[in-house]
Structure formats: structure tokens, C-alpha cells
């Protein structure tokens, strides 16, 4: 699947969704939706998950105050490896 705006995604998804559970459509149809359905919501996920890498992350100090850190990528893949 070509790269496509998670808005976009979105939006298809939702049809998807939206024709499945009508439940007008013959088993073949059904089963091609689902997969597009499938691949639009791993690609919404990912999405998701990076933008939510470039978020900051809040911690607290060593005095309790909370303070804004930014996201460190190298820190996850590290943890992951």
C-alpha cells in the first residue's frame, strides 16, 4: 500500500467498518475488506506510535517538580535491542 496520510487511513477504515457491519456483503467481499481494513489499521498504528516518539515526555526531578524531557530515540532502541 502506497504511503498514505494517517487522516486518510482513518477515513477508509471507518468505511470499512462501516460496510462490514451493515452485513450486506457475499463472504468474498467481507474478506477483502477486512484485509484492507487490517493494513490501514497497522499502518494508523505505526503512525501513531512515531508521532507519539516525537512527543515530549513529562518526569519528575528528584524534587518532585515536573519538568519537560525530550524524546530520546536512541533510549527505546537500546531497550528494545
Sequence with gaps: MAEIKF?????????????????????DQSLELFEEGMKLSKICNKKLKDAEKKIEILTKDQEGEIKAKPFETEEIEEDEG
Design 7 to 27: 487522516e486518510n487511513a482513518l477515513k477508509r477504515l471507518e468505511e470499512i467498518v462501516g460496510k462490514l457491519e451493515e452485513g450486506n456483503l457475499d463472504l
